[in-house]
């Protein structure tokens, strides 16, 4: 599985982006992953900030960034975003695309929370986009 990341870049605080992630992958059936976006800034501890189950039903986001992040996803373009408005400097990070597949047959393996709490060696991960926010 393939996830491909994009929309990151430098932004004024109180600005707004949206990232996008795209994935792909020989058999890959995006609404049998729970997905999400989780940031890591230098310094600063992995923080899963935005995650959303496989049927897109249900959503996490962390409390720095409730509010003011929206997560929701394109099926048809399997495709997951992350809508961000009224960044402030501590939103400055990388941001991966992170994707846990949560169906297994009938087997509900995973949901939103454990994509934002995923660590490394766990589903499959993008290479990151950065977002910078200069105040």
């Known amino acids: 599985v393939q996830l491909a990341e994009s929309g990151g870049g430098s932004v004024q605080a109180g600005g707004s982006l949206t990232l996008s992630c795209t994935m792909s992958g020989s058999g890959f059936v995006f609404d049998d992953y729970a997905v999400g976006w989780i940031r890591q800034a230098p310094g600063k501890k992995r923080e899963g900030v935005s995650c959303i189950d496989r049927t897109g039903a249900t959503e996490y986001y962390a409390p720095s960034v409730k509010g003011r992040f929206t997560v929701y996803k394109d099926t048809a373009k399997n495709t997951l975003y992350l809508q961000m408005n009224n960044l402030d400097a501590d939103d400055t990070a990388m941001y991966y695309c992170?994707?846990?597949?949560?169906?297994?047959?009938?087997?509900?393996?995973?949901?939103?929370?454990?994509?934002?709490?995923?660590?490394?060696?766990?589903?499959?991960w993008g290479q990151g986009t950065q977002v910078t926010v200069s105040s």
């Open positions: 992170v994707a846990l597949r949560a169906r297994v047959g009938n087997w509900i393996r995973y949901n939103e929370v454990d994509v934002c709490r995923a660590e490394e060696d766990e589903g499959y």
